[in-house]
């Protein structure tokens, strides 16, 4: 909660001995600095008219002497200025070298899940969105207290090593594999897949059996499968790590599906004991959950014996259980899989698991096609390998900072943070459209731009120095704004948090970015008849938006370049 909301809260209490959650909003600068519609609010409640209430929260809001100015408009809306003093002094009282960080989440564990990748297939712009916003929600735990553990639940196990081995053998060699590593892993997928599909076409199942029989061969420890799946997955796992590298994300562990099927399968028995599952004619396990509102129950283990994600997932929560004890699983997988963690979490709930199981989903990633019309990016239409995407971004890059002195970390820099921003640009529910022009523009909502305001301001301490905290000669009339907007970051950091929302980290930070082009505009900072008073007070500003800058643009996985 911000400081004006508390001062309006301890008013309302002193006034009507009322608790009520406040909200303050920022008017347009003509009407005040802080505008509340708490009069409206409550006026019922209190049993006087909103215009009446609205004047006795006014003059109390006088009386605590935090305001230059308190006025009503309308019905009942209540606007108040600060005097600039006011703010930075209220702005040094909290400011602190982890300013944006709070304890909010001091003493509870957080498991989150990214980017947990299909190890059958080279890593994907599918997964950009599961790295960064898993990542942005680690940030957001960690810089609210919470213990953190990070898991990438690989997808090593089930079907595709069936499909690998048998494409493998059917339609790969030696030399290709060695020659082109995880591609040829890829390509190998993709034909299976496709020679699956043409098989179950013409009413055939010789390639579906071998698959199959490959897949049971590993659950039962056959070596020849077991020396497969090690080859296979030594190759893809590289690959990720590299690709991981360049996304400049990691996490503490990576618990595959592999690791968790024979815990899994274990799992199912006693579940089958317990009565809490059943099992079909057929052989394969379901888990009712009408008393959860699903009329299809959760199938957890196939006919054949064979492990399904229900069935490694199972395993996970209960590992996690016993293991990490957490208070909260973040689980960062897209959208279409919202019916699926929907049955997971009831399933928990069944055995009596008490942790929050959250499904931070989100939508997908679209592209232009050559009709001018949104579709979903893919193989067929334009980057759909990871690698391919980052290689085209750092061209971009270098074209944006084309004459400029630019090393090479910092171009690499700038392409991963327009990449990057352009995931949280909107809500993660919606569908976000990946263009090459807007994620690098330089004047709208967008990375390099919020990147390039951070550097002109580092670039200004480099020269100048940070200032001093505060200065007592100074009245911050031309900082007011940008001062203000800065007040306002740790409410951002914590409403983000709260709600696993880090669009709004990015929103503030790209507001913040235009304060400041609004600031320079009118107000030289060091330079052109500035005072040794002047220019003190203005780099100690500068220095406070620097903090906030790098510390919200780390929190969603994004460096600031040294030049641009």
Known sequence: MGAMEETVQNVLKQLYDLDHAVQVSRPEPAFGDYATNVALQIAKQVGKAPRDVAQEVAEALRQTGEFSEVSIAGPGFINVRVAPAKLISRLNEVWTDRYGSSEDGAGKTVVVEYPSPNMAKPYSVGHLRPGNQGWAARRLMEETGWRVITDNHLGDYGAPLGIWITGFLRFSSDSLLAEKGVY???????AMKKALKEEA?????????EVQSWLLRFESGDAEAMAYSQRFNEISLRHIHEVMGRLK????????????????????????????AIQNEDGSVIVPLEEFGFDVPLLVQKSNGAALYATTDLATILYRENEWHPDRVIYAVGAEQQFYFSQLFAMAKKLGIKTELIHLWFGAIDQLNEDGLRERMSSRKGVVLMEDLLNQAEAKAQSVVEGREVAEDDVKRIALGAVKFSDFTADRRTNILFDWDSIFALTGFSGPYVQYAAVRVNKILQEHGTGTMLVQDYDYAAEKAVVAKLIEYPEVVRVAARDLEPHKVASYLYELAREMNRYYEATPVATGGVDETQKQARLGVLAKVSHVFTHGLSILGIEVPTAM
Do not use: C, N, W
Not at 184 to 190: A, H, M, P, S, T
Not at 250 to 269: H, I, N
């Open 184 to 190: 040829e892993l890829g390509r190998v997928y993709i």
């Open 201 to 209: 076409a013409s009413g055939a199942h010789e390639l579906a059996d």
């Open 249 to 276: 994300i990691a996490t503490d562990y990576e618990l595959g599906e592999a690791f968790f099927a024979p815990q899994g399968k274990a799992a199912v028995q006693k579940l089958l004991q317990t009565g809490v």
